[in-house]
C-alpha cells in the first residue's frame, strides 16, 4: 500500500510542469520537478527551442493549460496585448505564459515544490520502504514515494544512409539554431521528413536568411493541412460502432456533410477509447497504412503558416517529393541523395548542402540513446508498449514492467504514453491526462493508496 508524500517528477516540459502544477493544487506536502536543460525548464522542447516565428498549432481558445478553465490562456494573451482566443499565438508566448503558471505555482507554494536543473540518469527502488532513489549526472541524488516519467518527445533516429555523416552536412537535431549556418542562396537543403518539423524547418531557414530551395522528401509526400474557420455544427454525441476502414468510410461520409475539418474534430472525445477498444493488429494497420493521412488531418497548420508554405511552392523554393531514400554519400558538393519516388523502380539523385532530419519523435524505448531510460529500461522497470511506439503504461499511468506488472511507484505521462492512449500529444490531452493523475496521486493519502 502506497501513500505519497512526495513525488519526484522527470522533464520539465507542459507534461511535467503541469502536472507538478495540479500536484500542489491538490496538497501534495512535497513536489520535485527535474529538467536537465534550463531554457526548457517549464517549456520543454515544444515551447523552449522554438524560434520567433513558430507558431501555435492550436488557437489560443483550446490551449488552456487548464481543462476546468477553458479560458486561461486566452485570457492571459489578451492581459499581455498579444492576441485572443482565435489567434494563433507564438510558441515562444505560450512557454512564457507556462513559465508565469511554474513561477507563479513556486510563489505560492513556498516548500512545497521544489525545481531543480539536472540530468536524471539512474532511477532505483530500493530503501526499506521502496522509496525512489533517482541519481543526477552530476552525482546528487533526490529520494522520493513515486516517480513520474514526462521525458516528452525522443529524438528522431538516423535514417541508416545517414547514419555515417556528421553536421554541417546532415544535421541529426532539427531544433538546432544551426540548420541555417554558412548556407548559400545557391544551395539546396533537403528537410527528410514533411510534417510539422519540416515546416518548421523551412520557417527557420527562411527566417534566418537562407533563400535557396528547400526540398522535402518522405514516403508519400503529404503536407499537414491548415485551420480554416470550419463553421459550427452539431458534433457527434456518442462514440462511432465503426472501426477501421468502415470508420474511414463512415468519417468521408460525415466529411460531406460537416466538412473534412469537423469530421475530424468531432472524433477527437472519442480517439482514445477507439484505440483502445482496437486490438494490435488494427493499431498496427492504422500506424502502416493511416497514419500519415491522419497526422495531415489532425494537426494542422495555422493558416498565415500553410500560405507561406504555398508561395513558396508557387515560387519554386519549396519542393515536395514522396519517395524512399536508398543512399546518401558526401562528395565536394555536399550529399548526392539517392532516392525511389513512389511507385516507380528506378531511382533518382537530389543534391543537397545539407539534410535535416525532420523524420519526427522516436518511441522505440529499444532504440534510444536516453541514459535513463536506457537504464530503466535494462533494469526491467519499464519496458516498450506493444507496437514499440512509446513506454508501456496501463490506463491510470502506471508503468508496466518486464515481467508485465503495473508498478505502485512509477508513473508515465505525456506523448510516450501514446501505445496506450494515441491521442497524447497535444496540450488538450496532456492536461486531462496530467489532470487526472495529479488527482490520483493527491487521493493516495486519505484512500491509503488503494486508488494507487
Ligand atoms: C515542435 C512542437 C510543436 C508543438 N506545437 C503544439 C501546438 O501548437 N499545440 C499543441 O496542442 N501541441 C503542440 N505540440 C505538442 C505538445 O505540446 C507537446 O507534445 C508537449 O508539449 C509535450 O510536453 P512534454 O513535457 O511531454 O515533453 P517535452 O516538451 O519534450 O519535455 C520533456 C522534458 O523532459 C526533459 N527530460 C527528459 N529526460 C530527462 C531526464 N532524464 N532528466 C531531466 N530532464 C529530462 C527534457 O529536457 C524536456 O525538456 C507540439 C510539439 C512539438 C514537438
Known sequence: MLIANHILIVGGGFSGTLLAINLVRHGMARVSLIERDP????????????QEDHVLNVRAANMSAFPDEPDHFA???????LGGRQSFATRQTYGAYLSDLLQDARHRSGEQLH????????????????????????????????VVLTPGNLPPHDLPPFAGLEAPLYVRDPWSCEIAEDLAGQDQVLLIGSGLTAIDCALTLRSRGFSGRIVTLSRRGLIPYSHSDAGHHAPLKVRPSETGSALVKMMRQRARFVGWRNAVDELRPFTQDIWRAADDEARRRFLRHLRPYWDVHRHRLAPDVRERIDAMQANGSFLTFAGKIVDARANTEGIAISWRPRGQRDTKTIMARRAINCTGPLGDLARTRDPLLQQLRDAGLIRPDSLAIGIDVDREGHAINAQGEPSKRLFAAGPMTRGAHWEVIAVPDIRRQVGSLARRLALSHWIEGNGL
Do not use: C, K, P, Q
Open 39 to 50: 531554457a526548457r525548464m517549464g517549456r520543454g522542447l515544444a515551447y523552449g527551442a522554438a
Open 75 to 81: 485570457t492571459w494573451l489578451e492581459a499581455h496585448g
Open 115 to 146: 525545481v531543480i536543473v539536472g540530468n536524471g540518469v539512474d532511477l532505483s527502488f530500493n530503501g526499506s520502504n521502496g522509496a525512489a532513489r533517482l541519481t543526477l549526472e552530476d552525482g546528487r541524488v533526490v529520494g522520493a514515494d513515486a
